[in-house]
């Protein structure tokens, strides 16, 4: 059974920090990950997608990296600004149609 | 271009009580999933529908049922409702790729229902 796990489970950095958020799974055998950014009381945006055949995928101050082979994947946020604060989540896609959840990150940057 | 609606936004229940949520999305994607957000959990995946007619269970699917009578729509039903079933419930759409393409298809969210069983 595949399994996400997500840490650290809260974050609290001052402005301008360059951060790394981790993501876990259990199971390598992957179609993509993807990145979520939540915001209080809304639904989620995605951030990043990357593929099994790849390593990492770019968007602006985002950088997101997947070594599948070892299960993990980190988002890097560089120079981190107050707007940045929400929870971020991990998904991984072990098949054509699941969608599989870690449970996310609390991210909390202070001006 | 709306993306994924879900109707209502916010709902208290008293226990033995239904309802039904509503998703609508207009991206004519294929894919639909009902999850459900509960603190320190993340999302668990509840039903999901690959198609206009079919439907499939999740990681939690009891006390919850579904129905995907047209491509657009996905209906998830509480038929009793209880106080385990508070939480919020995102609806989410996905595109089926062709091929390989398959694996660069995002998922899209709607905003959430925050439902209150009593």
């Known amino acids: 059974k595949q399994e996400v796990t997500q840490i650290p489970a809260a974050l609290s950095v001052p402005e301008g920090e360059n951060l790394v958020l981790n993501c876990s799974f259990t199971d390598s055998a992957i179609y993509n990950l993807q990145w979520f950014r939540q915001d209080p009381g809304k639904g989620l945006t995605s951030l990043l997608l990357i593929q099994s055949s790849q390593r990492e995928q770019t968007s602006g101050r985002l950088n997101a990296s997947l070594d599948k082979s070892s299960g993990r994947s980190t988002l890097y946020i560089a120079a981190s600004q107050p707007g940045d604060s929400a929870t971020y989540l991990c998904a991984v896609r072990p098949g054509y149609d699941k969608v599989i959840f870690g449970p996310g990150t609390s991210l909390s940057v202070i001006p | 271009n709306a993306g994924v609606t879900q109707t209502p936004k916010f709902r208290v229940l008293k226990t033995g009580q239904s309802m039904t949520l509503l998703c609508a999305q207009d991206?004519?994607?294929?894919?639909m999933y009902w999850y459900r957000q509960d603190p320190g959990m993340g999302l668990r995946l509840i039903h999901y529908?690959?198609?206009?007619?079919?439907?499939a269970k999740g990681e939690v699917p009891d006390g919850y049922n579904v129905s995907r009578l047209k491509k657009q729509n996905f209906l998830l039903g509480l038929e009793s409702a209880a106080p385990s079933q508070t939480s919020v419930y995102f609806c989410?759409?996905?595109?089926?790729?062709?091929?390989?393409?398959?694996?660069?298809?995002?998922?899209?969210f709607g905003s959430g229902t925050q439902l209150s069983v009593l």
């Open positions: 989410a759409s996905k595109r089926r790729g062709q091929g390989v393409l398959e694996a660069n298809e995002k998922l899209f």
């Open positions: 991206m004519n994607h294929e894919y």
């Open positions: 529908s690959v198609g206009e007619g079919t439907t």
